[in-house]
């Protein structure tokens, strides 16, 4: 074993899973990069002078990798590929408790970067998130700095081409999440058109292995009829869950179907419904700890 510090390595644990997770969309990738972090550091002869710098870069360049070798496999999915959801429970210990609490993992922000291609999302992550320098950046991509630089401002334009609203009020959220609930479960149409904004978007992730919409729905509307169309479909057990803390968000653990929908409220009404419902993505998770923990 080299000169590693278990007890500095944790404290970047956060840290590390927001990069890799922003990049990848995917805890468990995230999870693995942050484990062959671990092993690299302790098989160091020195230690490094940043090691929140050299941690970041070693799982930036892992998590591209992950990215890039998955291309192909996104673009075979079956209708709108969403993130895998966070959902954090109560233990103190999850390093997810930590990584929740930033704005730029909730499902609706994670979602935008979808836009992005490989290199213009590790450059945004590390540049504007993290504020890692473009050199730096540019070791990670293996491109020239002024590469860098542009697939960062490309980013940044995609980006800011689509706001995210800024997470509201607890107290916001439940009252939406309450009448919403409230709504469907007298399948009111009223009501229901009332707690959703006139151009909310649903989007649906079944990843073909369940029946899911094949295409974001877009419209109070379109998304009251197919919501209700479902609730005729399924009953009122689509309903009954738990209310979870999603992305930092609150929204709803469904079992039948089984589902993760997070909801983004603006002003008191639903702007965002993303539902994960491919089981893949909603397995139970089982923390996965580096040999420093």
């Known amino acids: 074993m080299g000169p590693a510090d278990p007890a500095a390595f944790e404290v970047e644990r956060a840290h590390l899973l927001r990069v890799g997770y922003r990049i990848t969309g ?85 979602v935008v970067l979808e836009r992005l291609s490989a290199p213009q999302r590790v450059a945004f992550v590390l540049h504007e998130a ?48 309450a009448a919403f609930a409230d709504a469907m479960a007298h399948a009111d149409v009223r009501a229901l058109l009332a707690v959703l904004h006139p151009d909310v978007v649903l989007v649906n992730d079944g990843g073909g292995e369940v029946a899911a919409a094949r295409r974001p729905v877009v419209g109070a509307e379109k998304v009251a009829r197919l919501l209700l169309g479902l609730l005729v479909r399924y009953g009122p057990g689509m309903l009954q869950g738990e209310v979870a803390l999603v992305n930092g968000d609150l929204g709803l653990v469904t079992h039948d179907p089984a589902a993760v929908t997070v909801l983004t409220v603006d002003d008191g009404r639903i702007v965002g419904l993303h539902s994960v419902l491919n089981p893949a993505k909603i397995a139970p998770r089982t923390p996965r700890r580096s040999p420093g923990r």
């Open 26 to 110: 995917r805890l468990a990738d995230a999870e693995d990069a942050v484990q062959e972090a671990w092993l690299r550091y302790a098989a160091q002869d020195t230690a490094p002078d940043d090691l929140r710098a050299w941690l970041t870069t070693v799982v930036a360049r892992l998590c591209l990798d992950r990215l890039r070798s998955s291309a192909a496999r996104r673009e075979r999915y079956v209708g709108p590929w969403l993130p895998e959801p966070l959902l954090t429970g109560d233990d103190p210990d999850d390093p997810l408790h930590a990584v929740v609490l930033h704005e730029d993992v909730r499902m609706a922000a994670m």
């Open 130 to 177: 993290l504020a890692l320098p473009y050199a730096e950046i540019a070791a990670v991509l293996d491109c020239p700095e002024p590469t860098a630089r542009q697939h960062a401002a490309r980013a940044r334009r995609i980006v800011a081409a689509a706001p995210v609203p800024p997470r509201p009020r607890t107290e916001e959220q439940q009252a939406a999440l």
